[in-house]
């Protein structure tokens, strides 16, 4: 029988050297084709170790039902045909599901920056939505056809391995040397299931996690080290906890302070807060009209006014010299539905699995939008407002609005997200034209031109493409010449925005408020502050003016969040409000002495969290673990500089844990 035993061993060692060969060609293809990573840093070779050892692990799992049907005493896989073929049919599905898992997470990693994890299931919510926008972006034909025959070859490549070791010429071997082989291959099993050697505790050993790969502190870096299909399931099988209601109890006076809550109740956790008409008001004859332009997918880096040498939006640059300026401003966590909950709601979206406007219970929210009584309300998106089910949250939450959406517009489609953002403006500027003179609105415009499949519509009014090439546009942070025209044609029509306001009679009693909601993956960013990349900022950071006629034009230095949007704009109208969530109006005192923005660095079921300054970061593990003070203005800000500011340290990292514990707690208790 020795002989059945080495065919056995050849085929099961050959199996995993082949899987795992695949899986090492997809993470080159991701290295060098998906990360952006500097080949010469130095922690990138320890963490390419570290994937490897994960795909290694995954090899082995994938080969492990196999090795079973190889191994039956009687009924295996020399001896049955049947169960050779529901071998060769569980290979063909484990690696194509193998296979499309590292399509989408490329995918989500070239726009978002972040590996596959539990979040992406959101995306099923809106299927359509997202299998149209994929559709339009992507060569989906190459891409499945590559899929398919990559997936095909490989399996090929095992049924002939099978062929050749399991229906090879028989090589008796001796019992002796078989049993050796035999433990050592059960061994060799149990260390790549394992992950490591090195400083294994034998007694209790501790497998290799997916927190290994950050050991760097570079989130770029540590993304090479994940493997996307263990990842996922590390972050499926964590539960999703609502609140830790002692954490929030345990920095409860601190955050209380911070938030300027005057009548502190530690028993029932309020952060209620009342403000009176301030005196700093724009005065008119009546109440200013109010409208938020939510300007997608734009970071402060892509912004002239913060540096951008190709100077791609003169219109938001004109605009950055007449209005209240924000140098340092922050969006709390990535991604649209995140930034229209904060900006309406004014708590931080800090869900861990699905964005906050996905569950059900908690979409009927407080909003100081509804302070202004008198207002009629408005809310305009170019396409289905039915997307992250947002429209419950903008129907529950905001009294008496009126929402518009794709099935309002008479405009075209242009792609998945509906009509341009010029039409909606225009179609939006009849809605507001129609709203009598002596009655005050709140509108909120929701952009999309600047997504992907980054559209040039026919009708544009004139917009003139720029054809540069890739590496000047690159060098200038854009990853494309389509993203970087798509820039270019959303300040035009920001500067369209403002013509047709002038046209329309309202311009003269408005406050516009502009705000990006995140940025998307860049090339590189040379024009920015290292900090900017090296500490994961460039998603986080975005573009913020208030503009109203009147207004002294004003530079903000200080660090600014979403949630600050609305208790800003409601004490510049002269609005009284109620507020029980994360925001404070910028022209309060800050009691703290300098003003703390809580972030998302790093989403997921383990987030990292921070707490940005003016000049520092603090970060931390969502447990409070590892935390970390970097100064923003360094040449080197990934240094932890926290001996050198030891009460800054203490402060942050006390208002970091605080803030982000207290966001999650807001999430429900902010429920109307």
Partial sequence: MGWLQSRRLRYGVGAIGLVFALLAALRLVFVL????????????????????????RLAVLILLPLALLAWLPRWNLLTVPALRWLARGYLLLALGIVGLVYIIDFGHYAYLGVRINATVLRYLEDAQISQQMVWETYPVLWITLSWLTAVSLWTYALVRLERITLDGEHKPIGKLAIASVATVGVIAVLLALLG?????????????????????GNNQIAAVGLNPVLFLYDTLKVGQSQYDEARVREHYPQVANYLGVSQPDPEQLSFAREQAVQPYRLRGERPPNVIFV????????????????????????????????????????????????ASITGVPD????????????????????????????????????????????????????????????????VDVWGVSDLDLFKEGDELLRAIPKDQPFFAYLQTS??????????????????????????AAGSRSVEQYNAVRLLDFNIGRLMEIAKAGGYYDNTIFVFFGDHNTRISQIPHMAPAFEQLGLESNNVPMMIHAPGLQPRVIEEAVGLADLLPTVAGMAGIPFRNGAMGRDIQQPAPEGERVVPLVLREGTFPLIGGVTKDFLLQMEHDGSSPTLHDLASQTPRDDVAQQYPEEFQRLQGLTRGLHESARLMLFRNVR
């Fill in 449 to 474: 031109g600047n997504h992907r499949p980054f559209t040039i519509p026919k009708s544009n009014d004139g917009f003139v493409v720029h054809d540069l090439t890739v590496e000047q546009v690159q």
């Fill in 294 to 341: 939510m300007l997608e997918s734009l970071g402060t880096s892509a912004v002239g006014a913060y540096g951008n040498p190709l100077n791609p939006t003169p219109n938001l640059d004109k605009l950055a010299k007449e209005s209240w300026f924000f140098k340092h401003f922050y969006v709390p966590v990535t991604g649209t539905a995140k930034t229209v909950w």
């Fill in 350 to 413: 800090v869900t861990r699995q699905e964005t906050a406007t996905r569950n059900p219970l908690i979409t009927r929210q407080h909003t100081l939008i509804n302070s202004f009584e008198d207002y009629q309300k408005l809310y305009m998106i170019g396409g289905n407002a039915g997307w992250a089910n947002i429209n419950a949250l903008i129907r529950q939450s905001i009294d008496g609005v009126k929402l518009y959406d794709e099935s309002h517009w008479r405009s075209p489609r």
């Fill in 33 to 56: 084709g998906f990360s952006g990573v500097d080949l010469r840093e130095a922690a990138l070779l320890e963490t390419l170790g570290i994937g490897l050892r994960f795909d290694l």
């Fill in 196 to 216: 490591r050697v090195a400083n294994l505790n034998l007694e209790n050993p501790v497998p290799l996690r997916w927190s290994d790969a950050f050991f760097s």
